[in-house]
C-alpha cells in the first residue's frame, strides 16, 4: 500500500489502519521449538537467569517487555543447503506463553526485531536480482510488521517503495508506544519516520540526514548526523516537532541511547577506538568509559555502564573497573540483545542454539 504525504514542515501523518492490515500471529503451543529453563550458576560471575534452549539453528536474539525472541531457520535436512531464517519465534517468560511469526512473502528473510510491551515490531526482507540497484552489495526490498503477542493482529507498518542497498534497509526500534526508523522515499530522499504502535499514527520526522542508528527512548528520537564535522547527535520529539543538536563533538557513530544515557562509539580501528557516555539530558562532558582496537556497537546500562560489542567478543564496561567478558562465541551484531541490566546471549554449536540471560548487576 502506498501513503500519500505531502511534507510541507518537517512532520506529516496518517490514519489508515485498515488497508494495511495483515492476518494473526501464529500461536504455538508446541513451546515455540525452545526449552526454557531456570536460572542457575554463574556466566563471568553474573548471575544465570535462564537459559532457553532452542531445537533449531537460529541467528539472532531480541529482548522487550517480557519476551524473547529469536530469527529461526528451519530443520535443515542431512546434507542440505545451508537454510536462512524465516520465522521469529517469541517465548514470554513470565507467563510462557509462546508464538510463530512467518513471513509474508516467498523468500523472505527474517533477521531482526524489536519491539516494546506485547507488541513485536518485525523486519523482513527479500533478495532481488543484482540489476534492481545501483549497489555491489546486493538489492533488497523490505516491510516492517507490528505483532500483537502471542496470537494477536498483524498491522504493515512500511515497505521499500524500490529495491535498496543493503546500508538503506531500515534498522527500527520500539519504546513505549513508539517504533521509528530511516526509509528510502521515491525521490531517493532519507526519511526519518515514528509511527503508533497502538494506533495509525504515523509522523515524518525529518528529511536526512542518514543516520548509523535510529533510536526511540520515551518521547524522543534520537540520530547522528555523520555529514557535519565534527558529527552531532541529534533530537526530534517523536510525534514531531524541531530537530536538535544535543552533542557534537570528535567524530562518533553508532548512537545508543536509554533512558536518556547516551553511548557513542568514536574513532576508526587505524587509531583507537572508545566508548563515551553522556547523558543526554544535562549534557556535561562525554566521558571515555572503554577503548578497544575495533568496537562494533555500545549499549548504556547507566552513565558509567554499558555492554560493548567488540572484536574481543561481549563486554561488561565499568567506570573505574575493567572490563569483564561475558562471551567470545556469539556471532553477528544481533547476538547480544540488552534490556534494563539483563543481557541475552545467543550461543550456538552450529546446530542448535540457546540463549542464556544474566543480570549483569550481580
Known amino acids: 500500500m502506498v501513503v500519500a504525504c505531502i511534507v510541507t514542515t518537517t512532520a506529516c ?51 522487550f517487555g517480557d519476551w524473547v525472541v529469536w ?9 542440505g543447503q545451508q537454510t536462512v531464517p524465516t520465522e521469529y519465534d517469541a517465548l514470554n517468560v513470565r507467563t510462557g506463553g509462546t508464538a510463530t511469526v512467518h513471513g509474508h512473502e516467498a523468500g523472505a528473510i527474517l533477521n531482526f526485531a524489536t519491539g516494546a510491551g506485547d507488541t513485536l515490531v518485525a523486519r523482513e526482507v527479500v533478495p532481488q536480482p543484482a540489476d534492481a540497484c545501483a549497489s555491489p552489495m546486493g538489492c533488497f526490498r523490505w516491510s516492517l510488521w507490528s505483532t500483537a503477542l502471542p496470537g494477536g493482529q498483524q498491522r504493515e507498518l512500511a515497505r521499500s517503495v524500490a ?8 534498522i527500527p526500534d520500539a519504546d513505549g508506544a513508539w517504533a521509528a526508523w530511516q526509509e ?25 540526514p542518514a543516520a548509523s542508528a535510529v533510536n526511540v527512548d520515551g518521547q524522543a528520537v534520537y540520530l547522528d548526523d555523520g555529514t557535519t564535522k565534527p558529527p552531532r547527535l541529534l533530537r526530534v520529539p517523536v510525534a514531531g516537532g524541531p530537530l536538535r543538536t544535543v552533542y557534537q563533538a570528535t567524530k562518533f557513530y553508532r548512537p545508543g ?32 568509559l572503554y577503548r578497544s582496537n575495533e568496537i562494533y556497537y555500545a549499549w548504556p546500562i547507566s552513565e558509567s555502564e554499558a555492554v560493548v560489542r567488540d572484536f574481543q567478543g561481549v563486554e561488561v564496561a ?37 540463549i542464556e540471560t544474566v543480570d549483569v548487576t550481580s
Open 163 to 170: 529495491a535498496v542497498a543493503p546500508s538503506a534497509v531500515p
Open 71 to 79: 530469527s529461526a531457520e528451519p530443520v535443515r535436512a542431512a546434507g
Open 318 to 354: 565499568r567506570g573505574g573497573a575493567s572490563p569483564v567478558t561475558l562471551s567470545t562465541a556469539v556471532v553477528g551484531s544481533s547476538a547480544v540483545a540488552v534490556a534494563g541490566h539483563e543481557v541475552s546471549l545467543l550461543l550456538s554449536d552450529g546446530t542448535h542454539s540457546k
Open 184 to 208: 528510502v522515499d521515491g525521490r531517493g530522499r532519507v526519511l526519518t519516520v515514528s509511527e503508533r504502535l497502538d494506533a495509525s499514527e504515523r509522523h515524518v520526522l525529518a528529511t536526512g
Open 257 to 288: 541511547v536509554n533512558r536518556g544515557v547516551a553511548a557513542l562509539v568514536a574513532g576508526l580501528p587505524t587509531e583507537g577506538m572508545r566508548v563515551l557516555m553522556l547523558n543526554v539530558g544535562s549534557r556535561p562532558p562525554a566521558r571515555v
Open 13 to 63: 501523518s496518517h490514519t489508515d489502519s485498515a488497508a494495511r492490515a495483515g492476518p494473526a500471529a501464529t500461536a504455538s503451543a508446541r513451546s515455540a521449538h525452545a526449552v526454557l529453563s531456570p536460572g542457575g550458576g554463574t556466566l563471568a560471575g553474573f548471575r544465570v537467569l535462564r537459559t532457553i534452549s532452542l531445537k533449531t539453528a537460529a541467528e539472532s536474539v531480541f529482548t
